[in-house]
């Protein structure tokens, strides 16, 4: 079965940086998607940015444009999202999801697989 395990959140200041991990395993399929995801409180689970496993295509929300990064290293079988520059706006808990066909990859709704999630904090 699918685990997905979120890592490398924690609390930083307004200008720093952090990058997310997210450790895949039982997720063989070759076309979907994967990506991350924050919900704050008291607001809805938002996608931030996707990642086509297909043909490596990305997608940002356009609050993350140019300080994020989503990438994949098969390799290790890690998904992971760079942070720079981080806003207090960023503070959220941030989930790594996976699904199986790369339709609908920006609705959260339409994701099978999620992680526990990881904090990010920025002061």
């Known amino acids: 079965h699918v685990q997905l395990v979120e890592s490398g959140g924690g609390s930083v200041q307004a200008g720093g940086s952090l990058r997310l991990s997210c450790a895949v395993s039982g997720y063989t399929y070759s076309s979907g998607c994967m990506g991350w995801f924050r919900q704050a409180p008291g607001k809805e689970r938002e996608g931030v940015a996707v990642?086509?496993?297909?043909?490596?295509?990305?997608y940002y929300d356009d609050s993350v444009k140019g300080r994020f990064t989503i990438s994949q290293d098969n390799a290790k079988n890690t998904l992971s999202l760079r942070m720079n520059s981080l806003k207090p706006e960023d503070t959220a808990m941030y989930y790594c999801a996976a699904k199986d066909v790369g339709l609908n990859c920006v609705t959260t709704g339409s994701y099978k697989y999620w992680g526990q999630g990881t904090q990010v904090t920025v002061s």
């Open positions: 990642f086509y496993t297909r043909g490596g295509r990305t």
